[in-house]
């Protein structure tokens, strides 16, 4: 499952937040082993270390920011989208 976190700025009441802002990142939740065997380096595991290959986790996020090259990624190893919200 890949997920994106990110934030956006409505009117007069944001700019009283103008220090506080949430760095966007794209989430990503699955088994351990396979999430690492498709996105390798880019997958920032600093949140969830020590889990053993064969767990599941919702803790991992990518290093870049583009959510394209997060579904080429998984295009390249054979998985598809099936749903979108």
């Known amino acids: 499952t890949i997920g994106y976190r990110g934030s956006c700025t409505i009117g007069r009441e944001s700019q ?14 699955g088994r351990i082993s396979l999430v690492k065997e498709v996105f390798g380096e880019s ?20 290093k870049f920011k583009h959510l394209e090259r997060a579904f080429d990624m998984l295009s390249e190893c054979g998985f598809h989208m099936v749903a979108c919200n």
């Open 43 to 62: 997958l920032n595991e600093s949140r969830d270390p020590d889990r053993a290959p064969e767990r599941y986790t919702s803790r991992f996020y990518l």
């Open 16 to 29: 009283a937040d103008a220090k506080f802002r949430r760095v966007p990142r794209i989430l990503v939740c």
